[in-house]
């Protein structure tokens, strides 16, 4: 009989899991730890393993180096202990189209061994929480993509499982449907539950994740607080876009100024990026010169860090312009079809 | 923001105990296989349209041979075409459900269904049943259909019920050894590929054996061919149980075809259940 878990074992452990597809290893030396009742946001670009150290951590792909538990119990030695205490809500919708919300969470329900009578019950307090009560009888064909996010967040959450596991639950929404899953996760976390949230957006990570994992090529590169890595990382950005290509340097100088910051240029697009410390004022003084300049400008925009600028920051600058992560990953062995089909796949 | 006491949500529901005895497990599983099953059951009630064109195909092969090729088509020595293609059409509705087999695991794997089930504590073998009870019972209600419409076109039985009900129990073989080839091929290739090729195959394998024409009537070669066809086995050994006219070639497949009916589906269920399970817990290798 294997021991129980210490009642205060952290959610998730992993001790430097390595899985290799043939003789590419997606991931390695990858570590992670999620505390008990927190928000863990795993943070990268396509390709950086995520969704790899998921499957690893829900069972459903064997590590080939390291260790790992969740809820307390070995991934690779006790799995069936783990799949009774896990919520998986992939990064496809894993629902049934055809049936409806209910019929998908009775039809859950009933894998789980509730019973029928249970099953219906239990389906319908989770369409009831995750605001799906008045779709619940049309089938998921029909929903928002935000409605079959949160049915497949409902579907993860039949047995009120101690830690759930969310891979980019928000890639491919719109804005309203995006802020519907973010107050249905919130809606998890309030009841005490462990979350391990994957993402390619730092703005999500930062908004739901009580600390973040920075992934990249198959191992974490950075880790903290969302408020640690973002002083790690620099505040706002402005974009500068110009009308005119041969503007550019003279712009360029002007906004350094403006920002009293040191600016990256994009010519291709013809945008001009700079760091600024005081948002608005910042904003208002590079746009005062840039026209005083006589610079025709496109358009302007005052945002919060890129991904592209959050491993600029991490890992130095890399060789290429444009993205460096996704040029770094689609530099590797990787087949760039393979690449391509499964961005293709997630819209 | 730190939560300072994480509890666990009030449990809405009791989580089930894990099973218990090797005995229990086997309830779970057969529980989990008939939920999975009535997932397709429902399909078919709310979108009747999809297996109703499933069924409107076989139907309108028959017409086709029937009617519009019947005319030509000889049976060597002698009988009705008729008679001779009906047992040949049953065994063609069961490689037909290939496709639908192939189909519903690729979409499953696709979708990330096939993942949550297998994150999920039901047992492993129950995804696969549940695929087996919904094709087996699919194929069987093809089949009721295709008999009645069979009668229609001037096919009858000859010999005892006992003899067609074991002919129908041999389709039915046939059709439970494709249900594994079916899973095995949507699990290796996700996606639409896999169905497209199995679609492909559908009619050379139909059309290289003896459902159609006989064997006889073919090249040496591409008759012997079609002798060693597991579904010719099968339909010779059907129209032999019908009392149909059976023109069976002289080689030995041909010859010990009640025979071979049954062990060819035994040894392809052999070779491809274990590779299903296989493959069903080691997905993406
Ligand atoms: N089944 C597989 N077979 C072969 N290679 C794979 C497989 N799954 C993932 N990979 C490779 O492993 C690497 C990591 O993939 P993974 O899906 O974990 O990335 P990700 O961070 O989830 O990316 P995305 O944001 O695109 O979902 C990629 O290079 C990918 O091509
Ligand atoms: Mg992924």
């Keep these: 009989m294997a021991p129980a878990p210490a009642r205060t074992a952290p959610a998730v452990s992993a001790r430097g899991i390595g899985r290799r597809f043939k003789d590419r290893w997606a991931l390695r030396g990858f570590d992670l730890e999620v505390g008990r009742g927190t928000v863990h946001g795993l943070l990268g670009p396509n390709g950086a393993g995520k969704s790899t150290a998921v499957r690893v951590l829900t069972t459903l792909l064997r590590p080939h180096e390291g260790t790992a538990e969740v809820a307390g119990y070995d991934v690779a030695a006790q799995g069936a202990r783990v799949r009774h205490r896990i919520g998986l809500v992939g990064q496809n919708a894993a629902v049934d189209e055809v049936l409806s919300g209910r019929q998908n969470l009775e039809l859950f329900g009933r894998l789980h061994h509730l019973g029928g009578r249970a099953a219906a019950r239990r389906a319908a307090e989770l369409l009831d929480r995750f605001g799906l009560s008045d779709t619940g009888k049309r089938p998921v064909g029909t929903y928002s993509g935000g409605m079959r996010r949160r049915l497949d967040l409902a579907a993860g959450m039949i047995l009120d499982p101690p830690v759930v596991f969310l891979d980019e639950p928000t890639t491919g929404l719109d804005p309203r449907g995006r802020d519907e899953v973010w107050s249905a996760v919130r809606g998890l976390v309030g009841g005490g539950t462990s979350v391990l949230l994957t993402t390619q957006y730092l703005e999500e990570a930062d908004r739901l994740a009580d600390r973040i994992s920075v992934v990249d090529t198959g191992h974490v590169i950075a880790e903290g607080t969302p408020a640690e890595l973002k002083s790690r990382i620099g505040g706002d950005r402005i974009d500068v876009v110009l009308h005119d290509e041969h503007a550019l340097a003279g712009a360029a100088a002007l906004v350094e100024e403006a920002t009293g910051h040191s600016v990256r240029t994009a010519p291709e697009e013809r945008r001009i990026s700079a760091e600024v410390d005081d948002r608005a004022a910042s904003l208002t003084r590079a746009v005062r010169a840039l026209d005083e300049g006589g610079v025709a400008v496109a358009d302007v925009v005052l945002r919060g860090p890129s991904l592209d600028e959050v491993f600029l920051h991490l890992t130095g600058p890399r060789a290429g312009t444009g993205s460096p992560a996704a040029a770094r990953v689609t530099g590797g062995t990787a087949a760039p079809e393979q690449q391509d089909t499964r961005q293709e796949a997630r819209r | ?285």
């Design chain 2, 1 to 285: 923001m730190n939560r300072t006491a994480p509890r666990p949500a009030a449990p809405a529901v009791p989580a089930p105990a894990p099973p218990s005895g090797p005995l229990h497990r086997l309830a779970w599983a057969a529980a989990d296989g008939w939920t999975v099953a009535r997932r397709d059951v429902t399909h078919w009630l709310r979108q009747p349209w999809e297996p109703l064109f499933g069924l409107l195909f076989p139907v309108l092969m028959v017409l086709m041979f029937v009617y519009l090729l019947g005319g030509a088509m000889s049976v060597p020595g002698g009988g009705d075409y008729t008679e001779y293609l009906m047992p040949g059409m049953f065994a063609m509705v069961m490689v037909f459900g290939l496709g639908e087999t192939v189909t519903a695991v690729a979409a499953d794997s696709a979708r990330g269904v096939t993942d949550r089930f297998r994150s999920m504590p039901m047992s492993a073998s129950a995804v696969v049943v549940g695929r087996c009870l919904a094709d087996m019972l699919r194929s069987a209600a093809a089949l009721v259909v295709l008999i009645g419409f069979g009668s229609l076109v001037g096919w009858q039985w000859h010999g005892s019920a006992g003899a067609a009900l074991a002919g129908f129990g041999l389709l039915l073989l046939l059709r439970f050894a494709l249900v594994w080839i079916g899973v095995y091929v949507g699990l290796v290739m996700r996606g639409q590929g896999g169905i497209a090729v199995i679609q492909t195959l559908e009619f050379p394998i139909g059309f290289l054996s003896n459902a159609f024409v006989a064997t006889a009537t073919m090249p040496v070669w591409l008759g012997a061919v079609a002798d060693w066809n597991p579904m010719s086995s099968t339909v010779a050994a059907v129209r032999g149980l019908f009392g149909n006219p059976a023109a069976a070639g002289d080689g030995w497949v041909a010859q010990n075809a009640l025979l071979m009916a049954v062990v060819w589906p035994l040894l392809l269920v052999a070779v491809f259940a274990p590779l299903c399970v296989h493959r069903y817990r080691n997905l993406d290798g």
